[in-house]
């Protein structure tokens, strides 16, 4: 009787361990969500990292701190005018360096990157991941930068003033995109507003290219 009552006390503590092995594993793998397709996007986002740096690098010269510090042998009529371009570089520059830095130079730069070649993100690091890049677009994000220009004369050339205006409003608008604003972003989504960022600041790049030639 008590070898009964002691095997069904076994069968019991077995039963029970599994079960809680069962709710762990569930625990585990309900809070790790798989990020390896969506990490696929960074290709794309590598393309315009290295397109921005050989446009700068064509057009630039540095000064004792940074490389692309203003448009080299450059000197128009238009000193508003030239006065942009060079703020633009500067613009164009810090963003990079934002988005490239591995926490030398910002404390909370690009924190997405942590991310690439990992396989998985569990939901509170995706939950932390949302609070830090929300506050990337914020006031202290090198995006703001693009908000000055309204503001500014630019130019004496209507043209001009518009064509810039045109191109730096698209970046500023990501400000107040709603993609941009989720603060429960899937992984996804994250990557995919990394990736808009980033190619947005490469047209700034591209517009700088065919200016400097155009105008040189």
């Known amino acids: 009787m008590k070898k009964k009552r002691k095997a069904v006390v076994v069968s019991i503590i077995i039963i029970l361990l599994a079960c809680f092995l069962v709710i762990i594993i569930y625990s585990i793998n309900y809070n790790k969500i798989d ?16 397109n921005i740096k050989e446009n700068m690098e064509a ?24 006065n942009t371009l060079n703020s633009l570089v500067a613009s ?12 030398t130079l910002y404390t909370n730069s690009n924190s997405l990157r942590e991310y690439r070649n990992k396989k ?33 004369l630019v130019s004496n050339d209507e043209n001009l003033r518009n064509e810039v205006h045109n ?3 698209k970046i500023a608008d990501l400000m107040t ?12 989504e994250l990557i995919l507003r990394k990736i808009i960022e980033v190619h947005l600041v490469e047209d700034v790049s591209e517009f700088l290219i065919k200016e400097y030639n155009r105008l040189k």
Do not use: H
């Open 35 to 50: 990020i390896q397709q969506a990490n696929s996007g960074w290709i794309i986002y590598d393309k315009s990292i290295t």
């Open 177 to 188: 995109n709603e993609l941009f604003l989720k603060k429960d972003a899937t992984y996804d």
């Open 59 to 82: 057009i630039t010269e540095p000064n004792e701190v940074f490389d692309w510090w203003t448009l080299k042998n450059f000197d128009i009529e238009d000193d508003e005018y030239e």
């Open 167 to 169: 191109i730096t409003n």
């Open 120 to 152: 998985s993100i569990t939901r509170k690091e995706l939950e932390q991941l949302n609070y830090s890049m929300y506050n990337e677009i914020s006031e202290t994000g090198c995006l703001t930068r693009f908000t000055q220009y309204n503001s500014l």
């Open 92 to 103: 164009v520059r810090m963003c990079y360096l934002s988005y490239t830095d591995d926490g």
